[in-house]
Protein backbone atom coordinates (compact mmCIF):
# COMPACT_ATOMS: atom_id res chain seq x y z
CA UNK A 1 0.00 0.00 0.00
CA UNK A 2 1.77 3.35 -0.91
CA UNK A 3 2.59 5.98 1.80
CA UNK A 4 0.49 8.24 0.92
CA UNK A 5 -3.10 5.81 1.06
CA UNK A 6 -1.75 4.54 4.77
CA UNK A 7 -1.15 7.75 6.28
CA UNK A 8 -4.52 8.63 4.95
CA UNK A 9 -6.32 5.85 6.36
CA UNK A 10 -4.30 5.64 9.29
CA UNK A 11 -4.93 9.64 10.39
CA UNK A 12 -8.87 9.79 8.89
CA UNK A 13 -9.97 6.25 10.00
CA UNK A 14 -10.19 3.98 12.94
CA UNK A 15 -8.69 1.15 10.32
CA UNK A 16 -5.20 -0.02 11.44
CA UNK A 17 -3.24 0.20 8.31
CA UNK A 18 0.70 0.08 8.89
CA UNK A 19 2.82 2.94 9.37
CA UNK A 20 4.13 4.99 6.34
CA UNK A 21 7.54 4.63 5.44
CA UNK A 22 8.17 8.23 5.16
CA UNK A 23 6.21 11.12 5.63
CA UNK A 24 7.63 14.63 3.94
CA UNK A 25 5.58 17.37 2.49
CA UNK A 26 4.95 15.31 -0.82
CA UNK A 27 3.62 12.43 0.81
CA UNK A 28 0.96 14.75 3.17
CA UNK A 29 0.06 16.37 0.24
CA UNK A 30 -1.15 13.61 -1.23
CA UNK A 31 -2.58 11.80 1.89
CA UNK A 32 -4.57 14.92 1.83
CA UNK A 33 -5.62 14.96 -1.67
CA UNK A 34 -7.30 11.34 -1.22
CA UNK A 35 -8.90 12.76 2.12
CA UNK A 36 -12.19 13.42 -0.09
CA UNK A 37 -12.04 9.37 -1.17
CA UNK A 38 -11.84 8.21 2.80
CA UNK A 39 -14.71 10.42 3.30
CA UNK A 40 -16.55 8.63 0.63
CA UNK A 41 -15.54 5.48 2.11
CA UNK A 42 -16.59 6.49 5.24
CA UNK A 43 -19.72 7.88 4.44
CA UNK A 44 -20.71 4.67 2.01
CA UNK A 45 -20.53 2.20 4.78
CA UNK A 46 -22.64 4.63 6.88
CA UNK A 47 -25.33 4.76 4.57
CA UNK A 48 -24.76 1.47 3.86
CA UNK A 49 -26.07 0.84 7.62
CA UNK A 50 -28.50 3.02 7.63
CA UNK A 51 -30.53 1.59 4.79
CA UNK A 52 -30.26 -1.79 6.05
CA UNK A 53 -31.48 -0.99 9.30
CA UNK A 54 -34.23 0.97 7.29
CA UNK A 55 -34.91 -1.92 5.29
CA UNK A 56 -35.16 -4.72 8.36
CA UNK A 57 -37.36 -2.15 10.01
CA UNK A 58 -40.00 -1.25 7.45
CA UNK A 59 -40.01 -5.06 5.99
CA UNK A 60 -42.54 -6.96 8.25
CA UNK A 61 -41.28 -9.56 10.36
CA UNK A 62 -42.32 -13.55 8.58
CA UNK A 63 -42.02 -15.12 12.19
CA UNK A 64 -44.73 -12.60 13.72
CA UNK A 65 -48.15 -13.83 13.42
CA UNK A 66 -49.50 -9.71 14.02
CA UNK A 67 -49.64 -7.72 16.65
CA UNK A 68 -52.76 -7.99 19.13
CA UNK A 69 -52.17 -4.30 19.61
CA UNK A 70 -53.42 -3.00 16.58
CA UNK A 71 -51.62 -1.06 13.57
CA UNK A 72 -48.77 0.12 14.77
CA UNK A 73 -46.83 0.24 11.67
CA UNK A 74 -46.43 4.20 11.57
CA UNK A 75 -44.92 4.16 14.95
CA UNK A 76 -42.56 1.69 14.04
CA UNK A 77 -41.45 3.01 11.32
CA UNK A 78 -40.06 6.05 13.06
CA UNK A 79 -38.97 4.15 15.83
CA UNK A 80 -36.67 2.36 13.17
CA UNK A 81 -35.68 5.33 11.41
CA UNK A 82 -34.86 7.28 14.50
CA UNK A 83 -32.65 3.96 15.45
CA UNK A 84 -31.33 3.60 12.45
CA UNK A 85 -30.25 7.48 12.13
CA UNK A 86 -28.67 7.04 15.40
CA UNK A 87 -26.83 4.08 14.05
CA UNK A 88 -25.30 5.72 11.25
CA UNK A 89 -24.11 8.87 13.08
CA UNK A 90 -22.72 6.72 15.77
CA UNK A 91 -20.88 4.33 12.86
CA UNK A 92 -19.70 7.38 11.67
CA UNK A 93 -18.37 8.97 14.51
CA UNK A 94 -16.62 5.78 15.13
CA UNK A 95 -14.94 5.20 12.55
CA UNK A 96 -13.13 8.59 12.20
CA UNK A 97 -12.41 8.35 15.83
CA UNK A 98 -14.61 11.08 16.63
CA UNK A 99 -11.60 13.23 15.15
CA UNK A 100 -14.00 16.06 13.93
CA UNK A 101 -15.90 15.56 17.17
CA UNK A 102 -12.96 16.37 19.53
CA UNK A 103 -12.02 19.44 17.28
CA UNK A 104 -15.75 20.83 17.60
CA UNK A 105 -15.58 20.12 21.25
CA UNK A 106 -12.29 22.39 21.67
CA UNK A 107 -13.00 24.95 19.41
CA UNK A 108 -16.13 25.57 21.29
CA UNK A 109 -14.36 25.32 24.98
CA UNK A 110 -12.07 28.18 23.59
CA UNK A 111 -14.41 30.09 22.36
CA UNK A 112 -16.49 29.92 25.16
CA UNK A 113 -13.23 31.94 27.40
CA UNK A 114 -14.39 34.77 29.30
CA UNK A 115 -12.25 38.28 27.76
CA UNK A 116 -10.68 39.64 30.46
CA UNK A 117 -9.72 42.41 28.32
CA UNK A 118 -6.22 41.87 27.37
CA UNK A 119 -6.57 40.92 23.81
CA UNK A 120 -3.18 38.84 24.10
CA UNK A 121 -4.02 36.82 27.47
CA UNK A 122 -7.47 36.01 26.24
CA UNK A 123 -5.71 34.35 23.08
CA UNK A 124 -3.26 32.60 25.20
CA UNK A 125 -5.78 30.86 27.39
CA UNK A 126 -8.03 30.04 24.33
CA UNK A 127 -5.07 28.17 23.12
CA UNK A 128 -4.20 26.67 26.63
CA UNK A 129 -8.23 25.48 26.81
CA UNK A 130 -7.69 23.63 23.37
CA UNK A 131 -5.07 21.74 24.36
CA UNK A 132 -6.38 20.40 27.86
CA UNK A 133 -7.49 16.88 27.29
CA UNK A 134 -10.62 17.26 28.99
CA UNK A 135 -13.80 18.53 27.41
CA UNK A 136 -15.97 21.91 28.87
CA UNK A 137 -19.58 22.41 29.16
CA UNK A 138 -19.27 24.51 25.56
CA UNK A 139 -17.94 21.46 24.07
CA UNK A 140 -19.96 19.33 25.64
CA UNK A 141 -23.22 21.13 24.11
CA UNK A 142 -22.27 22.00 20.89
CA UNK A 143 -21.11 17.96 19.75
CA UNK A 144 -24.91 17.06 21.76
CA UNK A 145 -26.15 19.44 19.05
CA UNK A 146 -24.45 18.34 16.03
CA UNK A 147 -25.23 14.97 16.90
CA UNK A 148 -28.94 16.05 17.30
CA UNK A 149 -28.36 17.98 14.03
CA UNK A 150 -27.10 14.95 12.08
CA UNK A 151 -29.34 12.79 13.24
CA UNK A 152 -32.54 14.73 12.97
CA UNK A 153 -31.28 15.43 9.21
CA UNK A 154 -31.05 11.42 8.39
CA UNK A 155 -34.81 11.22 9.83
Known amino acids: M ?10 LTVLRVPAPRRIDAKVAR ?9 GLLLGTVAAGALFLVHWIGTHPNPFSAGSRYGDLTGVRNLTMEAL ?4 AVGLLAWMT ?4 LDGLADTADALGVKQFGDPVTTRSRRL ?7 IGAFGVVAVALVLLVQVSALL
Not at 84 to 87: F, S
Open 128 to 134: AVMREPG
Open 2 to 11: PDPVRLALGT
Open 84 to 87: AAVL
Open 30 to 38: AAMLLAPLV
Open 97 to 100: RALH
